[in-house]
């Protein structure tokens, strides 16, 4: 139970981070919310980390399956 409990989890954050992704993506394309280059890179910097952290959501999962 606790490890379905888990999994659930797991693919609940990955979901969301997913979509925090898609959103700072739109802000990267929304010339308004990007007004320099330190700006652009902060937000090409937090999707770096998010998607990072996706990878890791997936090497949890298959760690989970594997047990």
């Not at 898609?22 to 929304?30: G, R, S, T």
């Not at 902060?42 to 298959?62: F, S, V, W």
């Given at each position: 139970?606790?490890?379905?409990?888990?999994?659930?989890?797991?693919?609940?954050?990955?979901?969301?981070?997913?979509?925090?992704?898609?959103?700072?993506?739109?802000?990267?394309?929304?010339?308004?919310?990007?007004?320099?280059?330190?700006?652009y890179c902060?937000?090409?910097?937090?999707?770096?980390?998010?998607?990072?952290?996706?990878?890791?959501?997936?090497?949890?999962?298959?760690k989970l399956?594997?047990?």
């Open positions: 139970m606790a490890l379905t409990y888990t999994a659930a989890a797991i693919a609940e954050h990955a979901k969301l981070i997913e979509e925090h992704i898609e959103e700072l993506k739109n802000n990267l394309a929304n010339r308004g919310a990007v007004p320099d280059y330190s700006a902060a937000l090409a910097g937090k999707i770096e980390g998010l998607r990072t952290a996706l990878t890791l959501c997936d090497e949890a999962m298959r399956n594997e047990s």
